[in-house]
């Protein structure tokens, strides 16, 4: 074909089918190629699309394909977990892009769709950690440098943020979550509340309200992610006798 | 009615009914009362639903007559614009549970559901601004002294993460955004690149990419979200030659 067709990068949601956009499951229906992991790809993928499935970890090879069926006129859909925005696939399609001029991807529609990412599961089934103020910090440092990382942790704690960790523990990276908790904890009380949300949205998922004097990074997996609590942040007792965390909107004035 | 009802806090998403998930459409069209602000509540609501509309700065009002509803047997949906975790009514809600326990709300149950927020859409349509450590801060000193916004804002731009501000300007605080941009440009260069995101996802959407050195902050409104890039952000053209902003993945390591 020489028409060019389109890459759209879109996400599926952390996991409930029920989180799945309808412009996502538009863009999924419209496609003739679904690039991405295989986990993801096979929960969205129709009997008649083509799949391109890869190892999570190729990024850059796999947006560079993306692009090239593209090119080539398919009408692709580049598939991510939770939002593509957030650590995700957008940014390597991005990068791809940027790295090297491939004149041949020249007119390709080249789309990002918003999408619910994972944190946000997590902080619902919570309460409303994130209620106030917050960042967001992937704990990898496959590709960026752990004294960056360190360097962030330590001036968010500072700064009072709530704190949302991505990509908390692997076996490949068994200490950096303990290390960035400790680094917490000298900012912050030992009662700050800690959500341990592991495969939210799936048929196995497990969410504990914890502390940072408690926690212990046992309790997390790869698929777990990690919300700290801010200095503001509080335990509420839910009117059915449950237990939820929230940051309230409002900051107490410095006395 | 003696059984309790329910309450779920469920958000709209940023505009496009495109981005409304399953899961709220299905709590919105199983609630016999919405409550929420007025522009929110009838972009979704049937004809056969109650509808309780209040003005946008009452929250806590507007979160103990949703809870009372609930108690007394109606299945309310506690509509936000958004992503109700994200500076939206889902803090709201525990905030009137936190703060006085109601008998009569006692096993009424009350959930949170997550949606995209309008800093997805908006990094979206940029390209892949939020693609690696961000926060998230809001600009408005309504609830919070505006000291706690400056030092978040100022230890957010020596972490080297890219800022996301909502609420940034209104009628009644015209100088914050500048202030928190001229923060911000102290640590950073002048090209770094900002994204001017205004009603994303409706028919008059405007996006605007600038820089630091060019921004200024009469180019936001109430509608408007902005986004300040990391030192790491960059322009990239896409190859129909629009003009993109992303984070890369990656961070050099330390000279």
């Known amino acids: 074909m020489s028409t060019a067709g389109w890459l759209t990068v879109v996400g599926t949601g952390p996991g409930d089918p029920a989180w799945l956009t309808p412009e996502s499951a538009a863009v999924l229906s419209q496609a003739t190629d679904l690039v991405g992991y295989e986990r993801y790809v096979a929960r969205v993928a129709g009997a008649d699309q083509r799949r391109h499935v890869s190892d999570n ?10 692009l090239d069926l593209a ?35 020249s007119g390709v529609a080249v789309t990002v769709v918003p999408a619910v990412s994972a944190i946000q ?3 619902a089934r919570a309460g409303a950690p994130l209620g106030n103020d917050f960042c967001v910090i992937s704990l990898s440092d496959n590709l960026k440098p752990w004294s960056i990382i360190e360097k962030r942790v330590a001036l968010a704690a500072e700064a009072d943020f709530a704190m949302a960790f991505y990509n908390p523990i692997s076996r490949a990276r068994p200490w950096q979550l303990g290390t960035a908790l400790e680094q917490v904890a000298a900012h912050r009380e030992a009662h700050t509340p800690v959500v341990i949300g592991t495969a939210i949205g799936r048929s196995d998922e497990t969410l504990t309200l914890t502390d940072l004097g408690r926690f212990s990074a046992e309790q997390a997996d790869m698929r777990t992610l990690v919300i700290v609590g ?24 410095p006395t």
């Not at 970890?57 to 993306?66: D, I, P, V, W």
């Not at 398919?74 to 957008?90: E, K, N, T, W």
């Not at 509080?234 to 009117?239: I, L």
């Not at 059915?240 to 900051?251: A, I, K, L, M, N």
């Open 230 to 253: 801010a200095s503001t942040t509080r335990r509420v007792q839910a009117p059915d006798g449950s237990e939820r965390v929230y940051t309230p909107r409002y900051y107490p004035a």
């Open 71 to 105: 090119a080539a006129g398919a009408r692709v859909a580049l598939v991510s977990g939770g939002d593509p925005g957030i650590f995700a696939m957008a940014a390597a399609v991005w990068e791809a892009i940027d790295d090297q001029t491939e004149p041949r991807w």
């Open 121 to 123: 599961a997590v902080a």
């Open 57 to 66: 970890r190729e990024e850059m090879a796999r947006a560079r394909h993306a």
